[in-house]
T-cell receptor, first 114, second 115 residues
């Protein structure tokens, strides 16, 4: 079992550009959540996808969007990048239908906006 | 508005002693609580959890205590080992009608276990 995998691991983008981050959930998991972790802070919830739909959303602007595919993998897209978007982006997968199962995290994508 | 708080950014403990990490929450709808451990350059790893119907859950060296009236929980590590040195995140979740669980994290406490 490969667990949660994210790509790429590191990325450098210029202000104003767009970026796409990818996540493959742990085998058997159908729900994917995305988090942003700024330096020295805890992960902040961006949104959650289930059955290819955005089910919940945190306090992030519309520049942050996502998608979930039929195989449960997911993408996070950020448009019009700002310097403040520099952070570690974490993907977590879970299967809430099975009850309170803990979320498994990937190693994250470190995004640097210059 | 920070719904999950960890007021100690860092903690140092001698190897073999007890480590106590504290967490407070403000949202009374939270009914499931988790602790995650994070090493540098890795994603958070699940450690232990507790449902609001319990006040204690134990797993080996790790015990989580929940005081619902005080909206407070704590993680005890006994005995502490150097490999426990990491950032510990307290997290909370609320069961919704659709069972989708959004997990809210605290800012973390950096634990250093000194050999």
């Amino acid at each position: 079992d490969a667990g949660v995998t994210q790509s790429p691991t590191h990325l450098i983008k210029t202000r104003g550009q767009q970026v796409t981050l990818r996540c493959s959930p742990k085998s058997g998991h159908d729900t994917v959540s995305w988090y942003q972790q700024a330096l020295g802070q805890g992960p902040q919830f961006i949104f959650q996808y289930y059955e290819e739909e955005e089910r919940q959303r945190g306090n992030f602007p519309d520049r942050f969007s996502g998608h979930q595919f039929p195989n449960y993998s997911s993408e996070l897209n950020v448009n019009a990048l700002l310097l403040g978007d520099s952070a570690l982006y974490l993907c977590a997968s879970s299967s809430p239908k099975q009850g309170y199962t803990e979320a498994f995290f990937g190693q994250g994508t470190r995004l640097t906006v210059v | 508005d920070q719904q999950v708080k960890q007021n100690s950014p860092s903690l140092s403990v001698q190897e073999g002693r007890i480590s106590i990490l504290n967490c407070d929450y403000t949202n009374s709808m939270f009914d499931y609580f988790l602790w995650y451990k994070k090493y540098p350059a890795e994603g958070p790893t699940f450690l232990i959890s507790i449902s609001s119907i319990k006040d204690k859950n134990e797993d080996g060296r790790f015990t989580v205590f929940l005081n619902k009236s005080a909206k407070h929980l704590s993680l005890h590590i006994v005995p502490s080992q150097p490999g426990d040195s990491a950032v510990y995140f307290c997290a909370a979740s609320a069961f919704t009608k659709t069972s989708y669980d959004k997990v809210i994290f605290g800012p973390g406490t950096s634990l250093s276990v000194i050999p």
